[in-house]
């Protein structure tokens, strides 16, 4: 099941974030916490991938598939919005 991947990778995300909280209090040396938050960025990116290729493959390929030229058309907003967004970043 995708969405379980999705939730394990997230779990790790949330260890990482923790770490990196830990590292900070203890006063880490700075290149070695953003490491950290770069390995968090990275795994925050995979599981949007994997929500992502989820989505596409059920809810955008019935949209298309389907009769409602309006769902069709909001779907296909929806996947250009989250690369505008991902690329303003």
């Known amino acids: 099941m995708k969405n379980q991947d999705a939730i394990n990778r997230m779990k790790t995300v949330e260890g990482h974030v923790g770490g990196i909280r830990r590292m900070l209090e203890e006063e880490k040396y700075c290149i070695d916490v953003i490491k950290?938050?770069?390995?968090?960025?990275?795994?925050?990116?995979?599981?949007?991938?994997?929500i992502l290729e989820e989505h596409m493959n059920t809810c955008v390929i019935s949209a298309i598939q389907g009769d409602d030229q309006a769902e069709r058309e909001r779907v296909l907003q929806e996947i250009t919005e989250i690369f505008e967004t991902a690329n303003k970043v």
Do not use: D, R
């Not at 950290?36 to 994997?50: E, R």
């Open 36 to 50: 950290q938050i770069q390995a968090v960025k990275a795994a925050l990116n995979k599981a949007s991938k994997v």
